[in-house]
């Protein structure tokens, strides 16, 4: 195996990075790589290494994309490689089999709004283990100093998906910016992207209001329904801190298959973790 290539991976997941690590584990016959041949594929289909090139190569890649998009865990593919009886391009008429491994993405709490609920999220979801990425628009709330437990991303809420947060089948996605519209738009840029689960926070009259709006604007009902609003389990949380319990739990709750419409089924009776006349600041209005 290329240690150099292996210590390029290192680097990128160490900064946050992801992608697939493609390695030869097994041939018959005639193949273009010996046993051990590595490739590694990001998430914008850019390769480092080689497994062989060719169409192999490229069904390679294309399988290690369909893997990092999907959240799935790692599979053995397996390439028969037949000579081109057509006069074409010329192959080399083996098998080979290639472990391909998604790597960087593992269980992540990604949260949006660095206030005082969103900090306390991410301090609760560094300790519970999870990888954790922060963005906020204003540099002073989202940087390493203030947020010191993942990945912080400052700058404008379009740019955020080029500048560093990134979601896949494993992100847990909190939304807890400082007011109704932020949020309202952070959920629409939401939309279509891969995630285990999206939360927000808010009063009822919050989150109706922010509701309508993006029905309004085209986003599909049937998102708006995956999204567990208010976040967080009902336990009357008052505190960022506690807040940030509930959502945690409610995370744990969805990642490890527990009843979860029965923890919240207190939710139609009561007002829920987030009484309707409680101050923005803290429903969600965080600044």
């Not at 790589?33 to 190569?57: C, H, Q, Y």
């Not at 053995?76 to 098998?95: I, N």
């Not at 952070?186 to 029905?215: D, F, H, Q």
């Amino acid at each position: 195996m290329d240690r150099a290539l292996l210590k390029s991976v290192h680097e990128e997941l160490e900064a946050g990075g992801a992608g697939a690590l493609c390695t030869v584990v097994g041939s018959d016959g005639s193949t273009p790589r010996d046993l051990g041949a590595s490739m590694w594929v990001r998430l914008d289909g850019s390769i480092a290494g080689t497994v062989g090139g060719g169409p192999l190569e490229h069904a390679v890649i294309k399988k290690a994309l369909e893997l990092l998009r999907s959240g799935s865990g790692p599979v053995l593919h397996k390439a028969v490689l037949r000579t081109d009886e057509s006069g074409g391009e010329a192959v080399c008429g083996g098998e080979s089999v290639i472990l391909i491994e998604p790597l960087g993405q593992e269980a992540e709490v990604v949260i949006f709004g660095a206030g005082h609920v969103g900090k306390a999220v991410a301090r609760a979801a560094y300790s519970a283990g999870f990888r954790v990425i922060v963005w906020d628009e204003r540099e002073e709330f989202a940087n390493p100093e203030s947020v010191p437990w993942g990945k912080t991303v400052a700058c404008p809420l379009e740019k955020a998906f080029d500048e560093g947060v990134r979601l896949h089948g494993s992100s847990y996605v909190v939304v807890v910016t400082r007011g109704h519209s932020l949020d309202a738009e952070v959920v629409r840029i939401l939309e279509g992207k891969p995630m285990a689960y999206i939360g927000m926070i808010g009063s009822r009259k919050k989150i109706s209001y922010v509701r309508e709006s993006l029905i309004k604007q085209g986003v599909s009902i049937d998102f708006l329904d995956r999204i567990f609003q208010p976040v967080g389990l009902p336990v009357r949380a008052e505190t960022p801190e506690e807040i940030a319990v509930s959502i945690l739990a409610e995370i744990i709750a969805v990642r490890r298959g527990a009843d979860i419409a029965s923890l919240r089924s207190s939710y139609s009776r009561e007002a829920g973790p987030f009484s309707p006349d409680l101050p923005i600041g803290i429903s969600g209005s965080e600044g």
